[in-house]
């Protein structure tokens, strides 16, 4: 593979990971190679790649009908991953508790009065969009780029996991958003022990719930 193709297929990559992410392809969403790189405008070979590099990571699955789809949440699969995210996630809101700076703080609320409008006006997708931004800045904000990396990806791999559950649970969402509040008042107030229990327990919070068998995918 030349490395012009090798650079396709990364960039196919990335933006299928971040439409599937962000819910633009939706659980049990069918993955056709020839309408994503038309919309992507690029060859199927790079895509082809990309599905293929996603479907090793679990995020898509390939079917008895030979065709890929986007994972359905497994229940198991996303309490390991949510007990990761929890330890990640706490140790990041500390360290941005730490270490944030004015601008980060703007950034931050600028990001929280977006979500506020978003739960305001009911565009739980929007706001399930929003979110996922805030955590990512977190970790940004922490400081350590191990962390970023490791964490990120670990959120990322929960939310195709259990992107579900804000859709079809309005309660929670406000919860959460609640939640979200807490912990940017913490790093706000640089209390690292604050900031760390706040995202720990907005984790922990959703652990509960599926443990309790509450049905949310």
Do not use: W
Not at 72 to 101: C, F, P, Q, S, W
Not at 103 to 128: G, H
Not at 143 to 161: C, H, P, S, Y
Request: aromatic share 8%; glycine share 4%; net charge positive.
């Amino acid at each position: 593979m030349n490395n012009e193709n090798t650079s396709l297929a990364e960039i196919a990559y990335k933006k299928l990971r971040e439409a599937i992410i962000m819910g633009k392809y939706p659980p049990g969403y069918q993955i056709v190679e020839l309408t994503i790189a038309t919309q992507f405008n690029m060859s199927r070979s790079p895509v082809r790649i990309a599905i293929t590099r996603l479907q090793t990571e679990g995020i898509i699955e390939k079917q008895k009908n030979k065709r890929f789809y986007v994972a359905h949440a497994n229940r198991k699969r996303t309490i390991d991953t949510l007990y990761i995210r929890e330890v990640l996630e706490g140790l990041a809101a500390r360290l941005a508790a730490m270490n944030r700076t004015e601008k980060d703080i703007e950034i931050l609320e600028k990001c929280m009065e977006q979500m506020n409008t978003f739960n305001q006006e009911k565009k739980q997708k929007d706001l399930y969009i929003e979110s996922v931004k805030f955590h990512k800045f977190i970790f940004k904000v922490a400081g350590n780029e191990q962390l970023e990396k490791i964490g990120v990806r670990n959120m990322e791999q929960e939310a195709v996991f259990s992107y579900r559950s804000l859709f079809q649970n309005s309660g929670r969402t406000s919860e959460a958003h609640k939640e979200h509040k807490e912990i940017l008042k913490c790093i706000v107030d640089k209390d690292p022990d604050g900031a760390e229990k706040a995202a720990k327990n907005h984790i922990h919070i959703l652990i509960k719930k599926i443990i309790m068998g509450e049905d949310i995918f």
